[in-house]
């Protein structure tokens, strides 16, 4: 559970937009995990630019959605869990000890598979949320602009403009769901990472959120997990695929550019799964 003692004692989060070039870098080198005595990860090393969307594919149970967790020390929250290796961010390792778990999150943002915005709260305190767990002071007029800001990046602004102060829950899934980015964008991550973000949502919906991941990624660095093979196609500059063989932990067997991934796979397993024949 994170410390809210922790976040008493951040620094204000500035209400201006954050200049260009503010997306990290993120890299993983030799990362393995555990559940108690399962082993579901082995030495995944992998480099995800800035800039840029990488795509993590791979059949149910490989371990995509444990390495997604692991980029914002998520994973730690199990009490059974482990891991070792490093998790860098623009060259810092984000779990070294002088490092505060929360500061780590707050750069590090995640959207989950399902949209969970704070029911009890308006559209307007939703994408305010991050700041107000934070500690962060701002008067109405930077509030004001940050959540139109926010809305604006999620492409939900002209949606929702005229009804702030209604319930989060009162929105459509797919609206919920582009609240949720509104709402982790709001205290500037650099990285920005999503968990199947839209396998709960209609074509529609679908559309728009990956026209807002398209416009983020030259403000965020953007990491999705997906099932959806058409997805990582259309929203991905690169693709990891991600293997647990016969009881073993995952791996990545094979990443790439996505044109490459998807038109020439250097390994026939990936070209195996990204043309549906298992998965």
Known sequence: ??????????????????????AGALEAEAVSAWFGDRKVLDRVSLAMPAHEVTALIGPSGCGKSTFLRILNRMHELIGSAALSG?????????????RRITHARREIGMVFQKPNPFPAMSLYENVLAGLKLGGVRAGRDEKDALVEECLTRAGLWNEVRDRLRQPGGALSGGQQQR????????????????????????????????????DLKSEVTIVIVTHNMQQAARVSDSCAFFLAEQGTPGVIVEHGPTETMFGSPADPRTEDYVSGRFG
Do not use: H
């Open 1 to 22: 559970m994170t410390d809210l003692a922790d976040t008493a004692v951040l620094p204000p989060v500035p209400a201006a937009k954050p200049p260009a070039g503010r």
């Open 86 to 98: 490093r998790v860098l961010l623009d060259g810092a390792d984000i779990y070294d000890r002088g």
């Open 179 to 214: 609240l949720c980015i509104a709402r982790a964008l709001a205290v500037r991550p650099r990285v920005l990472l999503m968990d199947e973000p839209c396998s709960a949502l209609d074509p529609t919906s679908t559309r728009r959120v990956e026209e807002t991941i398209a």
